[in-house]
């Protein structure tokens, strides 16, 4: 193979990996901005799991934006060939501290999966490893033959490419942390039949009634008339069928007695409000107002509305009601539960029939108004 040849093939595969990264730094920004809150509590297990000190929220929330920028706007510098050399080291030391962390956590196994991709794409920590590996030798190639990255457009319009997705990408942040995802990859969607899933997520089984005669052996199943008096009956064999809505099998509500209230209110006939408040203790006091005109809407109109909570202890329970005024009752679910269900500190869900009609968080809960406009 002659050198133009050797020259042009790695000029491909240098654009290539350039592409590569460039995907995958812009899919892995998007989807962060797309949910900073989801990234906060991902990022609040590694501070659990490693037991390192704890921050607050806020610093958190302010932490996953900035990741969500910068690695959106690192992709599209990528993308576009701005300022390679710069651009393609600052990828390949944040490839070498990435994969060293997940070697860590490959190995340690902190938590589930790394949270990269959201709830868009859940890797296990073996496949989020591999994919680390992949995408340094990327970046490897691309940091090493900078020069061989093509140029797709004029040096003005790129700068302007670049102060526009700075300016989309911080506002689709604040967007989706204000007004909750706008794109929701979690089981409890809006649309979602909640009483459905639920249900349906409950183990099944297959149940076939065994039979013998003669050395031979005979599968029936439930609704199959017996055979003859000439067979002889073996056993029942009940073998677990996999459903398809277990991600929703978790939602489980008791009252304060550890009584189990979930089929009262996936059953409901009419509208249903949860108020969800993963923390009594830091949840914010600001939309309180709001949070009692909701209340006494529900009140009102004889709507069913929950208050659902992690906290347990009373402490927890007399501060809230001291600082809000609140007049109802509590009931207890799993806060990463209540998390998934929507990013809201409070959040309020509205179900009809068991279906999930509309969320807030709590920068924009709705008003009266706004109720009676969905509550027909």
């Known amino acids: 193979m002659d050198s133009k040849v050797k020259s042009q093939l790695l000029t491909v595969v240098v654009n290539v990996c350039r592409l590569l990264l460039a995907g995958t730094f812009i899919f892995s920004g998007f989807v962060k901005a797309n949910d900073p809150l989801g990234t906060v ?81 859940i890797l296990s920590n073996g496949a989020t490893l591999a994919k680390n590996i992949v995408l340094l030798g990327a970046a490897v190639m691309v940091s090493r033959y900078y020069r061989l990255q093509k140029d797709f457009l004029g040096s003005t319009t790129k700068w302007l490419i670049a ?19 706008a794109l929701d990859f979690r089981p409890y969607k809006v649309g979602t039949n909640l009483r459905e899933a639920v249900m349906s997520s409950q183990q099944k089984f297959e149940v076939k009634i065994v039979y013998e005669k003669d050395g031979k052996t005979m599968e029936l199943s439930a609704e199959d008339e017996d055979p003859d008096s000439t067979w002889t009956y073996v056993e029942t064999r009940r073998t677990p069928i996999e459903t398809q809505n277990l991600a929703t099998a978790d939602f489980y509500v008791a009252d304060a007695d550890g009584e189990d209230v979930t089929e009262d209110i996936l059953l409901a006939d009419d509208y249903t409000l949860l108020l969800v408040i993963p923390n009594l203790m830091n949840a914010d006091e600001g939309c309180v107002d709001r949070v009692n005109e909701v209340y006494d809407y529900a009140q009102e109109n004889g709507l069913g509305f929950y208050c659902l909570t992690s906290s347990e202890e009373q402490e927890a329970q007399t501060y809230w009601n001291d600082h809000t005024g609140a007049e109802y009752g509590y009931y207890i679910a799993e806060e990463r539960m209540l998390k998934t269900v929507v990013r809201g500190q409070p959040g309020l869900v509205l179900l009809h029939e068991g279906v999930i009609v509309k969320k807030w968080g709590n920068y924009n809960l709705p008003n009266e108004e706004e109720l009676k406009q969905l509550i027909r």
């Open 41 to 121: 509590y991902k990022l609040e297990d590694y501070m659990h799991a490693m037991a390192w000190f704890t921050v607050p929220d806020t610093f958190l929330l302010g932490c996953a934006v900035l990741l969500a920028i910068f690695e959106f706007t690192l992709g599209v510098y990528l993308l576009f060939g701005m300022k390679r050399k710069a651009t393609s080291g600052i990828a390949l030391a944040f490839m070498v501290l990435m994969t060293l962390l997940t070697v860590y956590i490959a190995i340690a196994n902190p938590v589930e999966d790394c949270g990269c991709f959201g709830d868009v794409l």
């Open 163 to 181: 102060f526009v997705t700075l300016c989309l990408i911080v506002g689709y942040a604040i967007y989706c942390i204000v007004c909750l995802p």
